[in-house]
């Protein structure tokens, strides 16, 4: 709707920028281009110092999917100093190969008699936006706090430059919002979400009940995965409700990347079109119709795919199939789409029912000497065999050595994924095991979301100890552990709102066994966006992760005056005040809130956040910064003598 309006109005482009979400600025890239496939667009994203989005995107997953995407140039803006914004605009330079922009603030902001200043004059903000320049900038600006002045200045300095040529890396990724994995030199692909011949499981997906799902992603992740492949199986009784309602899902978990197993074009483009990341879809006959459909959703959405050694039969010998691959080669190529974003699976037949497993390695060696990847679906070999694990994995090993780079596999068996790091390991390729953020198996399941293990653990801790002091040394504590985590930048912010969201029905819980009495609150909060701003993301996070820690919440809306926040204060008699001011032009309303109260002799603290909030400013408004939710939370605890302050600070 408002690219339309901007279209209708003449523009010459559209910049999409200041996105923090990396869902979002994909859904306004979409938009844009479903509107008009010529008008010049750009697409910026915002990050903190740490080169993270707050809703936790890296600059490298940022350009690994803003690079299949139709935009004309991509770039970073808002939130940093060009000296804080320099280290993360190489990192992008390095990883991004469309066209780059840069548009900076000017330095930090103060209040000087009642006006918003930025400590950047244009003549160092000039002189030091020629440092993006020569790391390859095509475009630069200002963002917040530059003028006229500014830009004139940095048009005088930098304006005739020529941009300066430079190397990307041609390294291929897919990512969730917030998981990068490289593609090579193996990608394990986990095959074990298939409804396929599960009763149970049909149903739970139909009912869309999708626990045994993320149960499913998360063990595969634990197991050595890099992608998870979804292939709910009984499509034609489900909705593409269901497939956007699993991505979802996943997404808050922020699972690994994604393989789409969809079949339905329909359903396909559906959660292709909610997934924020760079997934892979699996897969496509080499029939032309089938191939240019599924290369389609690649130019629009972006990621890989898997194109199958075969038209509508499965050719016989090793040379026919390798001749199909050709063919598909030829299609693809004409179609504009980069090799290097497509596997070509040589075809993996049972051997059980007398097929000769030779032909899919030679099929596997033709396409390796093409210069060409491969990946196979490697558990159909050994369909109705028994030692299903020593046969796939002797397998897997003669298909690594013939050049396979890829595998849908059951990464639960362990022959298999031991094979593969021994054979990865011969071919001189260095091999990690998986990581986890989190030791403590109590907030290993908070952090995923496991309501059911959360609940049943304290219900196990209530066997030994009284539900006060579970409730306060148990579950707050490990609540304690996440903060900590989110602070030393381990995890990010889905996972913080998913833990909160799993706590909160297990405090109520325990709440309910303690009673009134004893159940007593940390402490009460009232939240309000400030006048004239309508961000409200930031703060409804803020209410979530506070009465995850006990914290009774009053939430008063988005552009609330300061006089309806008066009088909130007034009626409520909180212990502190939550102010959210996203924009410049709104921050100043802080300020007035904060005089406001104290005018009227409510000494009341006030804590303020939001992306134009700084600890200057706060310290000038007399009021306490919380640079995000868990460091509101640990404020509020101080103030209400409930805790201390968090003391590792995310970018202190």
């Known amino acids: 709707e408002q690219a339309t309006f901007l279209a209708d109005a003449g523009v010459d482009g559209i910049i999409v920028e200041t996105m923090s979400d990396i869902k979002e600025l994909k859904a306004s890239i979409v938009a844009v281009r479903e509107l008009s496939a010529d008008i010049p667009l750009v697409a910026q994203m915002t990050f903190e110092a740490d080169g993270n989005s707050v809703t936790g995107t890296s600059v490298e997953i940022f350009a690994t999917l803003v690079n299949d995407l139709d935009v004309d140039a991509a770039g970073i803006n808002c939130s940093l100093t060009p000296e804080e914004m320099l280290p993360l605009f190489r990192r992008l330079a390095k990883a991004c190969t469309k066209p780059l922009s840069v548009e900076p603030n000017a330095g930090r902001p103060f209040y000087d008699r009642g006006r918003l200043c930025y400590g950047t004059t244009p003549e160092e903000f000039a002189v030091n936006m020629a440092d993006f320049v020569e790391t390859g900038a095509n475009i630069v600006g200002g963002c917040c706090g530059t003028g006229p002045e500014h830009i004139k200045l940095l048009t005088g300095y930098v304006g ?13 990724f897919l990512s969730s919002r917030t998981v990068l994995k490289p593609v090579k030199p193996f990608l ?8 396929s011949g599960k009763k149970d499981l049909q149903r739970q997906i139909c009912e869309k009940d999708f626990s045994r799902i993320i149960s499913l992603a998360q063990d595969q992740e634990q197991e050595g995965a890099a992608v998870i492949d979804i292939n709910l199986g009984i499509e034609k009784l489900l909705k593409k409700e269901h497939f956007i309602a699993v991505v979802n899902e996943l997404d808050r978990r922020s699972a690994l990347p994604l393989s789409f197993d969809i079949q339905n074009l329909e359903f396909l483009e ?37 194109v199958l050694a075969m038209e509508k039969d499965i050719p016989e010998t090793a040379e026919e199939r390798f001749g199909v691959v050709q063919k ?21 037949l049972p051997v059980g029912a007398k097929q000769d497993y030779r032909v899919t390695l030679e099929t596997v060696k033709l396409i390796t000497a093409a210069g060409l ?20 994995a002797a397998f897997l090993s003669l298909c690594v050595e013939a050049g396979l780079k890829g595998a849908i596999m059951n990464t639960a068996e362990n022959t298999t994924m031991g094979v593969l790091q021994g054979a990865l390991a011969l071919n001189g390729v260095e091999v990690t095991q998986p990581g986890e953020a989190a030791a403590d198996p109590l907030v290993k399941n908070i952090i995923r979301g496991r309501n059911e293990e959360v609940m049943n653990a304290v219900k196990k801790e209530l066997e030994k100890n009284d539900p006060l002091h579970v409730s306060q040394c148990v579950l707050a504590e490990a609540m304690e552990e996440v903060g900590r985590l989110y602070a030393l930048g381990k995890i990010f912010l889905p996972h913080l709102i998913l833990a909160a969201e ?34 409200d993301i930031g703060k409804n996070i803020v209410a979530t992760v506070l009465r995850s820690g006990r914290f009774e919440v009053t ?20 212990d502190v005040v939550g102010l959210s001011a996203m924009m410049t032009t709104t921050v100043g309303k802080v300020k007035e809130v904060a005089d406001l109260l104290k005018a009227e002799g409510l000494d009341v603290p006030v804590i303020a956040g939001g992306a134009s909030m700084s600890e200057s400013l706060a310290e000038q408004f007399g009021v306490r910064r ?13 103030i209400a003598g409930t805790g201390s302050v968090l003391k590792e600070k995310k970018g202190h």
Request: charged content about 25%; some cysteine.
């Open 188 to 195: 394990v692909i986990g095959e074990r979400i298939n409804a």
């Open 502 to 535: 799993t706590v909160q029905p297990v405090f109520e819980y325990l709440n309910g066994l303690i009673g009134e009495t004893g159940a007593q609150k940390a402490g009460k909060v009232l939240l309000a966006t400030v006048e004239g701003d309508i961000h």
């Open 160 to 172: 005739r430059r020529k941009p300066v040529k430079r190397e990307v890396s041609v390294a291929q």
């Open 626 to 638: 919380g640079k995000d939710a868990m460091e509101a939370l640990a404020l509020c605890r101080e």
């Open 328 to 348: 598909a080669v030829k299609i693809i190529k004409g179609h504009g789409t980069g090799l290097e974003r497509i596997f070509f699976d040589p075809l993996v």
């Open 555 to 574: 939430d008063i809306g988005k552009d609330v005056t300061a006089e309806m926040i008066l009088e909130a204060v007034k009626k409520e008699n909180p």
């Open 373 to 392: 990847q491969s990946s196979i679906g490697l558990s159909n070999l050994s369909f109705g065999l028994p030692g299903r694990d020593e046969v796939n």
């Open 270 to 306: 559906a959660a292709m079109r909610e997934y924020p990341g760079r997934g892979l879809i699996n897969s496509a006959t080499a029939r032309e119709d089938h191939l240019i459909q599924r290369l389609d959703l690649l130019k629009k959405y972006g990621g890989m795919l898997i």
